[in-house]
């Protein structure tokens, strides 16, 4: 009687809900459009460079929760690597400075007071000014909870929140800016150690989910792209993947955790984000100096964090959408610039690779904010999963997998 649950998309959000399900009483069905697994978390071949890169440069904090149980369940929590303690390092290529951010482990904060952790030309009431952040009622641009003048706005605030919220800061939704804060800062260091996927986002979150689903008798089905969903007496009736289409039995359940646009034209009336911004990663394949921190926050620059991976030096630039036009050699040569002063390697432009990705993820503004649905929707066996469903943080790999958690929770609950 437990009837099978249709999980539609196996970026993040899908793998999670199968994962969670997987040792329930439920038949699983996972479908995905695409010949690959991982959506926009995603490891690939790239012929120019001859490597495996990422599809873009994910970074995680220890305070992410969801995403640590996921990978535990899977077996791959050590595939994530990162300091023991929080750190991270920073340049400005205007004056030239560099410094380390590093907040101490407890929550107690006293990082603030310690010239040698907090950011050089601040001090400890510049932090303060979170406290109205956590506790703003209201979901409020940034711009009138946080202020947006000083050292401690431009040299942390201001790169640690466009990262975060892939939007500008300015306009950014102070709920989910406090989100953030409340679950990683806030919890003090232990929570907010800097974690990359040491051998790519694949062999961390997609392949060993892969395997486990595999080893319980679950295949992923590509190819199979979702185009409509039948609806009758309130429930979901039948999946239409073009040429395959499934009735589905009364007990059947289906978990549609696709982009907002792919699950706006599925499903009618469905209230979503509608505004996005695009980040481009551009990869340089030259081995990295050995003082080079594993990851840089670059200030006063078009770059914005730099990876140093063993085989290449890797440059993510959120909100991004100012970029997405400029052709592909301009931009390699103008970033590799910057990458050149940062790290002062002085050498000619070396292969490179740029990967524009136009739709990255929703607009992270109160009004975007507002427009995010709930897990469940008015249909009985129909609910949602993805970054852009109501999970209370911005677009990360944290929030898909948790909204894939809650997905699977609500059907193991009922
Ligand atoms: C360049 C870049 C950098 C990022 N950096 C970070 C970071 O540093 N830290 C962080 O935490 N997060 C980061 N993110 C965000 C993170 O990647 C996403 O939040 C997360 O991957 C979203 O997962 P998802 O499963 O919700 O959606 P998706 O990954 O979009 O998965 C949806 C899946 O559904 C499939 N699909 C779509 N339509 C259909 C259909 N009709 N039928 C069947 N299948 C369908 C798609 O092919 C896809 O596989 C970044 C994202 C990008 C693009």
């Keep these: 009687m437990s009837g099978t649950v249709h999980i539609i ?61 996921f990978l535990s369940a899977i077996g791959s929590e050590g595939q994530l690597r990162g300091p023991p ?73 201001q790169p640690f929140f466009l990262a975060a919220l892939n939007t500008p800061p300015a306009l950014a939704s102070s709920h989910l800016a406090a989100a953030i804060i409340r679950e990683t800062l806030a919890k003090g260091g232990r929570a907010c150690r800097p974690l990359i996927a040491a051998h790519g986002l694949s062999a961390a979150f997609v392949d060993p989910a892969l395997a486990f689903l595999s080893e319980r008798g679950v295949d992923v089905r590509f190819g199979h792209r979702l185009r409509a969903i039948a609806f009758d007496a309130g429930r979901a009736s039948n999946l239409d993947f073009g040429a395959e289409k499934i009735r589905l039995a009364p007990a059947d359940q289906v978990i549609l955790a696709v982009a907002p646009f792919n ?98 993820t929703f607009a992270a503004t109160p009004a975007e904010n507002a427009r995010r649905p709930k897990t469940r929707t008015d249909f009985d066996n129909l609910l949602l999963a993805g970054d852009w469903t109501a999970t209370g943080l911005p677009a990360t790999i944290e929030g898909a997998i948790r909204s894939g958690h809650r997905a699977a929770d609500e059907i193991a609950a009922n």
């Design 85 to 157: 303690e929080a750190e991270f390092a920073f340049a400005d290529l205007v004056s030239g400075d560099w410094w380390q951010l590093r907040p101490n482990p407890s929550p107690v904060p006293w990082w603030i007071f310690s010239s040698q952790r907090r950011v050089p030309g601040t001090n400890a009431r510049d932090y303060l000014g979170l406290f109205r952040l956590v506790t703003s009622r209201r979901d409020l641009p940034l711009e009138i909870v946080l202020r947006r003048r000083g050292p401690a706005y431009e040299r942390l605030w």
């Design 9 to 69: 998309g196996a970026g993040v959000a899908g793998l999670a809900a199968a994962v969670r399900l997987a040792r329930g009483p439920h038949k699983l069905a996972v479908y995905e459009a695409a010949p690959q697994a991982g959506g926009r978390c995603r490891s690939y071949y790239d012929s120019s460079l001859g490597m495996m890169i990422d599809n873009g440069n994910h970074l995680l904090l220890s305070g992410n929760r969801h995403a640590l149980s």
């Design 263 to 360: 699950a706006r034209e599925i499903v009618p009336g469905l209230r979503a984000p509608e505004n996005y911004h695009a980040i481009i990663n551009a990869h340089y394949k030259i081995a990295p100096p050995g003082n080079l921190p594993p990851i840089l926050g670059i200030i006063n620059a078009t770059i914005e964090w730099l990876f140093a991976f063993p085989d290449r030096l890797s440059v993510t630039i959120s909100f991004a959408d100012r970029l997405i036009d400029v052709p592909r050699e301009e931009l390699a040569a103008k970033i590799w610039e910057e990458v050149a002063e940062a790290t002062k390697i002085d050498m000619p432009l070396p292969p490179w690779q740029i990967v524009k990705e136009r739709r990255a």
